[in-house]
């Protein structure tokens, strides 16, 4: 497996991992009338820069293009300094299928991607349709096995979806054909191409009950064998909502201070609900103060975050509670 990829710095101390994912079932549709990239009959590890209709936070970037990378899976947003941030739906080798020799040079497998929705909730889908495994034609000339899934990001709440579709893909496909290699879906965060090094957050085991994994080193997740043990199958989905990690800590946000509206776009109101006064701090998702205020018990303040970058926040106490704020 080989990234192409700039370095990236390491990730603030400061900043949490914005994403949690999920698990949900909903009926595979496929695009109807997607906008094909520009790739030649029979790819093989294609790159392509696929524009977006809105600026999208990836992380602590803001994406106004995707690059199409790795061994064909892999969806890159990168920003003027070189930092990568990286979607991975799933970990598999993808290949046009009229590679194989045995096969009908018109059986295409095609990449595209279409907008639904009004603004500011548009919802941008990219789906690899039909698609091969490159291990498969390499190794046995032929190409039987398909897959099939969207990659689908939500304009409004800056939602990541993986939709899985129809495949052939078998269980024991991975284990004969991928040969230990991590079979797996996730998102990567500040990777650095000299060092491997990654917020590296993966599912591992049932693949419609998985276990999500947060690691900063590529290299032990990748030989940890941490993996799914079988293949999403159609009308699975993975969602990533960057919600709290546990209810826990949503009670004792909401007991401390409150955010109205969230997402907001041009005020935000910030509400003390303690009895004490409170420092409050504006952070990026890197970790840069943006703003500092102080709030006397159970009082409020309007914030003017009309000239904040589109993006994900933290709002934090000098108590150390803190919600996520998201800018559209």
């Not at 590890?45 to 992380?59: A, K, N, R, V, Y």
């Not at 390499?138 to 190409?143: F, H, Q, S, V």
């Not at 000239?307 to 106490?317: K, N």
Request: negative net charge.
């Amino acid at each position: 497996m080989t990234f192409i990829l700039s370095a990236a710095v390491s990730i603030s101390a400061q900043a949490q991992f914005p994403y949690e994912g999920s698990v949900f079932t909903d009926e595979y549709v496929s695009l109807q009338d997607p906008t094909l990239l520009g790739i030649e009959v029979g790819w093989d590890d294609p790159g392509f820069t696929i524009p977006l209709p809105f600026t999208f936070s990836l992380g602590d970037i803001q994406a106004f293009e995707l690059n199409l990378g790795g061994t064909g899976e892999m969806l890159f947003a990168m920003d003027e300094i070189g930092d990568v941030n990286i979607l991975w739906p799933l970990s598999l080798d993808v290949i046009d299928a009229s590679n194989a020799m045995t096969k009908d040079p018109e059986d295409v497998s095609t990449i595209g991607y279409q907008t639904e929705g009004n603004e500011p909730n548009r919802i941008f889908k990219i789906e690899w349709n039909n698609c091969g495994v490159y291990e498969e034609i390499d190794e046995l000339g032929t190409a039987n096995i398909r897959v099939n899934w969207q990659v689908w990001l939500h304009e409004g709440s800056g939602m990541i979806e993986y939709r899985f579709g129809p495949t052939t893909l078998t269980d024991e496909d991975l284990l004969n054909l991928l040969e230990g290699a991590p079979f797996t879906s996730g998102i990567l965060l500040n990777w650095d191409q000299e060092s491997y090094s990654s917020d590296v957050y993966t599912a591992d085991g049932e693949a419609t009950n998985p276990s999500w994994a947060l690691t900063t080193d590529f290299y032990s997740w990748y030989y940890s064998g941490e993996s799914l043990t079988n293949v999403p199958q159609e009308g699975t989905g993975y969602r990533f909502n960057g919600t709290s990690t546990s209810i826990a800590e949503s009670e004792v946000v909401t007991n401390a201070f409150q955010l109205f509206p969230n997402p907001a776009s041009s005020t935000c109101v910030v509400s003390n609900l303690t009895e004490t006064e409170q420092q409050y701090s504006c952070l990026s998702v890197a970790g840069k103060i943006v703003d500092q205020w102080m709030l006397a018990p159970q009082a409020t303040q309007r914030l003017d975050v009309s000239e904040y970058a589109p993006g994900l926040y933290v709002i934090q106490t000098n108590q150390g509670v803190s919600q996520k704020l998201m800018i559209h």
